[in-house]
RNA sequence: GGUCCCUUAGCUCAAUUGGAUAGAGCAACUGCCUUCUAAGCAGUAGGUUUCAGGUUCGAUUCCUGAAGGGAUCACCA
């Protein structure tokens, strides 16, 4: 339809005014909602070609197009330089039906999309193992995984891969405090997920850790000498230097300990919907990750300090000097970092692009290790991608574990399922529902509302939660959405219990169309263009806001037309159609958000 | 201090990538359930797009400067 016009537009310009210009060169915008028309025409750009006045151009081709493509165009108006565009009532229909086949929506040959055959890895999540998951883990992994789902949607092939990063210091605070204070306490014994037990023993090792600081400052120690002569940060060092030795007890007990870390990580991952189809672990790939780095220093692409560490210079770029290996031969973050690419372009050698869904605040950890990347002689350092998203911010301000304000994520999804219950109790409509279909609904309601919420927004933006304020069920929100679905669902098991036979519609008889129906069939018909849009900026916010605009169109048109008191048979089919096309187009584009949809609610 | 990012209605966010009278939701107010789910729909009110310049037919969008906020610049991750 859009790509029609277009082509009309180009006639248009070659007839009159004996110039050459492409469809893919012209820009079609909706018209605003106080015009008429659906399809407008900027119109200021092309004085130079038909030496007229915008609104004498807009003018022009709005006559040749009326006269030349009239079962698309059946109008025009001008409005200074914009040429607003009234399709054709039997050209909507017939887009309607092109796009609706009568048999499965989701298969109709304006939502299939190209394959391109391209591979494409996305990482996401990638924790520490030494506290639980919060709010900002929530938006990392919702955004990486819908931009996954995007993109396998737009075609591509996708990997879904995390690190996880289960060696360092941290890890050691938190296995010291356990022995420590620990009394062998298990998750099993102490009835808290193994993440939670784990995360517990971080902040205690904190409190230990403060309150020595304070003690050697109150005997006349200075406060940066008693930061590191503190025996309980001594002997968290101690055990990182026992744990790179392999030692065997320290070793059991790391394994223990992540042990119950990644068991409470899955059941909160199965809760959110998410899953990766390949792992990795730090404690892999930082040794690829030395070993490379060493094979950098002979070919001279890195540079050794007198004290034996190792950096590599970017002042070229603009940058400053990094360091890649300790002094003591000891990885930091970029060693591993480095080690990590290389694996994951070994296993998937014929990978077009490496997302890194990361917070903003590693940019220049990225551009660093991208730059090294190029200067280690990979050409595909061109094709790693940091998806830089903007911190959860809360009212108080950032979200500081130490500080106890940081957002849980198993705390926050089971709260926004209660108010999902509350909330679904207090309207009463589930009635007949057993338990488990109930507690179902409640878990796709609360997950649906922090799904949305999160997305909705620009990744790159950084954004406010108020726990206080609690999300929304109401307005631009995901239960929102998910009620309009569940309204059209009821409409379709109404016309299936009414025999109404949706798959042999005769569309000649469709005429008069409510301007709502014109609305919802022009949203309906932007999905692939808007998928494109989502996909090539890695914004699932683009998602968001198309499928709540769908959901706000049908809304309008539920309320203004009748469906079965209609008294034309084809009309009553037509409307049952388009109902069950706008809730398969919710569907799909809520599945690309990572969100389900209820039946009922 | 260097570099990068942000600032749009009381609040949370949009704005088709330079286009029309800057739009939604929440909060406030007014209508609409005897008809398909009122978690809805319609309406009222709310703006010097932080400020000052510039570029052009046209700027929330691009450029320069200023103010306010944030991130980062570790032998941390």
């Not at 102490?190 to 005997?219: C, S």
């Not at 692409?301 to 950096?311: A, L, N, P, Q, R």
């Not at 709260?415 to 219950?421: E, I, L, Y």
Request: charged share 25%; proline share 3%; net charge negative.
């Amino acid at each position: 339809m859009e790509l029609q016009i277009k082509e009309g537009i180009s006639a248009a310009f070659a007839a009159l005014y004996n110039h050459s210009i492409s469809a893919e060169e012209i820009a079609l915008q909706a018209t605003r909602k106080d015009f008429a028309g659906t399809y407008t025409l900027v119109t200021f750009p092309y004085g130079r070609i038909s030496k007229l006045n915008p609104e004498q151009t807009g003018q022009a081709i709005g006559e040749y197009l009326k006269a030349n493509l009239s079962n698309v165009v059946a109008d025009y108006n001008v409005v200074k330089g914009f040429l607003n565009l009234e399709l054709s009532e039997g050209s909507q229909v017939n887009l309607f039906a092109k796009i609706f086949n009568g048999a499965n929506v989701a298969d109709s040959p304006v939502f299939s999309i190209e394959e391109k055959n391209r591979t494409v890895v996305v990482e996401y999540s990638s924790p520490n193992t030494n506290k639980p998951l919060h709010l900002g883990h929530l938006r990392n992994n919702f955004l990486g995984n819908s931009v996954a789902r995007i993109l396998k949607a737009n075609g591509n092939k996708v990997v879904k891969v995390q690190i996880i990063n289960d060696r360092g210091i941290h890890i050691c605070k938190s296995m010291v405090a356990w022995l420590k204070f620990g009394e062998g306490e298990t998750p099993e014994a102490a009835g808290i997920k193994g993440d939670h037990l784990v995360g517990k023993y971080y902040v205690a090792f904190d409190k230990a850790y403060k309150e020595e600081i304070a003690a050697l400052v109150a005997d006349g120690v200075e406060k940066e000498a008693a930061e590191k002569q503190a025996p309980i940060f001594v002997e968290a060092q101690e055990m990182l230097l026992k744990w790179e030795a392999k030692d065997p007890e320290v070793y059991s007990l790391w394994e223990k300990m992540n042990g119950w870390v990644y068991e409470g990580f899955e059941d909160t991952y199965q809760r959110m919907g998410v899953d990766f189809d390949k792992l990795y672990y730090e404690s892999d790939t930082y040794l690829i990750g030395r070993d490379r780095v060493m094979e950098g220093l002979e070919k001279g692409v890195f540079y050794k300090k007198e004290d034996g560490s190792i950096w590599v210079d970017l002042t070229d770029e603009g940058l400053d000097q990094k360091l890649l290996l300790r002094s003591d031969g000891t990885s930091v973050y970029m060693t591993q970092d480095i080690g990590t690419a290389i694996m994951r372009y070994e296993d998937y050698p014929d990978l077009s692009q490496l997302i890194y869904t990361v917070g903003n605040e590693q940019e220049y950890h990225f551009k660093v290790l991208f730059l090294i990347l190029k200067k280690l002689g990979y050409e595909w350092a061109e094709a790693c991608y940091h998806l830089s998203y903007g911190m959860v911010d809360l009212p108080s301000g950032k979200m500081k574990s130490r500080e106890g304000t940081v957002v849980d994520a198993d705390d926050l999804i089971q709260q926004m399922a209660d108010t999902a219950k509350s909330r679904t109790e207090e309207l009463g409509k589930i009635e007949g529902f057993t338990e488990e279909q109930a507690n179902a609904l409640y878990e796709t309601l609360g997950l649906g509302a922090i799904k949305y919420f999160l997305l909705k927004v620009d990744p790159k933006k950084r954004m406010l939660f108020n726990p206080e304020e609690s999300i929304e069920f109401q307005g631009n929100t995901g239960p929102f959405i998910q009620y309009t679905y569940a309204r059209i669902s009821a409409i379709v098991r109404k016309a299936v219990q009414l025999d109404i036979d949706i798959a042999a519609i005769d569309y000649n008889q469709i005429t008069d169309l409510h301007e709502t129906e014109r609305d919802l069939i022009y949203a309906i018909s932007q999905y692939p263009e808007k998928l494109a849009l989502a996909a090539n900026e890695y914004s699932p916010a683009v998602v968001a806001q198309y499928v709540y605009d769908i959901a706000k169109e049908y809304n309008r048109f539920y309320a203004e037309v009748s469906i079965f008191s209609e008294d034309d048979v084809e009309k009553r089919k037509f409307r049952v159609g388009l109902s069950a096309l706008a809730a398969e187009t919710i569907k799909v584009n809520m599945n690309l958000l990572g969100i389900n949809v209820p039946n009922r609610m």
